[in-house]
């Protein structure tokens, strides 16, 4: 069964500090890993893509990381930011499928205090 | 920021009233999806088209019906709203660039049965 597993459930830092965010995943064959931001009552928004061939991958403060034989990936947030506070979401896509599947992690709910 | 747009963002209707939740997308894409997410909870696929007179019932069992008479246009429609229909209710439409999947979300509809 293709699932997508993401720890912890939630996170508390204080603002400045990093963190890391896991995602392990059993979906195959796999195509592709992304990272979304979900603000709260709002829709995901893109932060990261990795691909089969890629091991890590940054946008600004974010760095993804992708070990694609441990089928692992991980999110780092740098001197994290008030607007950090989010719901962090990976999401694996298969190329098994004509629909190109996307399956959803339940999300990291990462809260960041002044 | 992604052109898919929901309407309304927000909803409080009595059980057994009619509702349609809209969705229009500017980009051009075949594939849109609706999606489910509960608090903390992981999205859930209920419906999905391919194109135009396209769709397909999701994961998720879901007593919603969806129609695609145009592209750019997916709405999702609960003939009789009940107390379990409360939820978030996400539309996204996605591209395929290289092989790679890229989907962007609306903002949500969050719907309130009492």
């Known amino acids: 069964k293709n699932q997508v597993e993401q720890s912890p459930q939630s996170l508390i830092i204080l603002e400045g500090k990093n963190c890391t965010l896991q995602?392990?995943?059993?979906?195959?064959?796999?195509?592709?890993l992304r990272w979304y931001k979900q603000d709260t009552g709002r829709g995901p928004v893109s932060l990261t893509i990795m691909t089969f061939s890629e091991n890590t991958k940054s946008n600004g403060r974010y760095t993804a990381t992708l070990d694609a034989d441990t089928k692992q990936s991980s999110l780092h947030i740098t001197a994290s930011q008030l607007s950090d506070s989010a719901s962090y979401i990976c999401?694996?896509?298969?190329?098994?499928?004509?629909?190109?599947?996307?399956?959803f992690g339940r999300g990291t709910q990462l809260t960041v205090w002044p | 920021e992604a052109d898919i747009y929901q309407t309304p963002r927000y909803l409080v209707i009595g059980t057994g009233k009619k509702i349609t939740l809209e969705c229009s997308q500017t980009?051009?894409?075949?594939?849109m999806y609706w999606y489910q997410q509960d608090p903390g909870m992981e999205l859930h696929l209920i419906h999905y088209?391919?194109?135009?007179?396209?769709?397909e019932k999701g994961d998720l069992s879901s007593e919603s019906t969806v129609s695609r008479i145009r592209t750019e246009h997916f709405p999702l429609t609960l003939e009789s709203a009940r107390p379990s229909h409360t939820s978030q209710y996400l539309c996204?439409?996605?591209?395929?660039?290289?092989?790679?999947?890229?989907?962007?979300f609306g903002q949500g509809t969050r719907l309130t049965v009492v």
């Open positions: 996204a439409s996605s591209e395929e660039h290289r092989g790679l999947t890229e989907a962007f």
């Open positions: 999401v694996v896509s298969d190329r098994g499928s004509t629909l190109g599947r996307l399956y």
């Open positions: 995602c392990n995943y059993t979906v195959s064959p796999f195509s592709n």
């Open positions: 088209s391919y194109g135009v007179n396209s769709t």
């Open positions: 980009m051009g894409h075949d594939k």
